[in-house]
């Protein structure tokens, strides 16, 4: 799987948009982007994938750029229960892609 | 619908000593992989079961080791327990590659 760098840590103002960057330079043609996060004390959740095109759901707003070397996590009107780690992933979808390589992740702390 | 169940929450292990951590997958999954997170870090793959047979392997020494039941649930056996075992471990479910859903985990310090 490709590896991810992402910032270690960002701060966003409650209600605002949260914007978190991921680089995947070496990304494979077949490789999704994933986002999870994970609050204190509780298993990583799933947010969103998408593979070329920008995905929405109730959660977040993935955008991927066209060279699919990056891409960006945007939590639309971040709330102080969003506070957590966001790990950034990539990998092949199902198949015999078993296991999510997490890396460190950036710890997202939103203000009030 | 319960999702992934881990048990016990908590746990305080001797060095030398054996555990076992249990995992219950959500409804409908069948595979089940076990994680293991260090303070500060992000979750490190440990193995994966899947048809009670272990499908992939981390990098993780063989004194860790799991089984899977037929009703998919799972067991992860750590041997010789060392303090640098202590960490959160999660267990994640999924129908086969694609959906994981994890639980909380199980906190396990060992003095």
């Known amino acids: 799987d490709a590896k991810t760098t992402q910032p270690p840590s960002m701060d966003c103002a409650e209600g605002r948009a949260a914007n978190l960057p991921c680089n995947h330079s070496t990304i494979s043609g077949n490789e999704y982007v994933y986002w999870y996060r994970q609050i204190h004390s509780q298993g990583p959740q799933y947010i969103i994938h998408g593979l070329k095109n920008n995905e929405t759901n109730e959660m977040a707003s993935l955008i991927i750029t066209e060279d699919r070397k990056s891409s960006t996590l945007i939590l639309p009107h971040a709330t102080l229960r969003d506070t957590a780690v966001y790990y950034c992933?990539?990998?092949?979808?199902?198949?015999?892609?078993?296991?999510?390589?997490f890396g460190s992740g950036t710890q997202l702390t939103v203000l009030p | 619908d319960a999702g992934v169940t881990q048990s016990p929450t908590h746990l305080i292990k001797t060095r030398g000593q054996q555990v076992t951590l249990r995992c219950s997958p959500k409804?409908?999954?069948?595979?089940v992989s076990w994680y293991q997170q260090a303070l500060g870090q992000g979750p490190q793959f440990i193995f994966q079961?899947?048809?009670?047979?272990?499908?992939q392997r981390g990098n993780f020494p063989d004194r860790f080791s799991g089984h899977q039941f037929p009703n998919y649930s799972s067991e992860l056996n750590v041997n010789a327990l060392l303090l640098g075992d202590s960490a959160l471990y999660l267990c994640?479910?999924?129908?086969?590659?694609?959906?994981?859903?994890f639980g909380s985990g199980t906190r396990l310090t060992v003095v």
């Open positions: 992933i990539v990998r092949v979808w199902g198949g015999s892609a078993r296991q999510l390589t």
């Open positions: 994640a479910s999924s129908l086969g590659g694609s959906g994981y859903t």
């Open positions: 409804s409908g999954h069948d595979t």
């Open positions: 079961y899947y048809e009670e047979e272990e499908r």
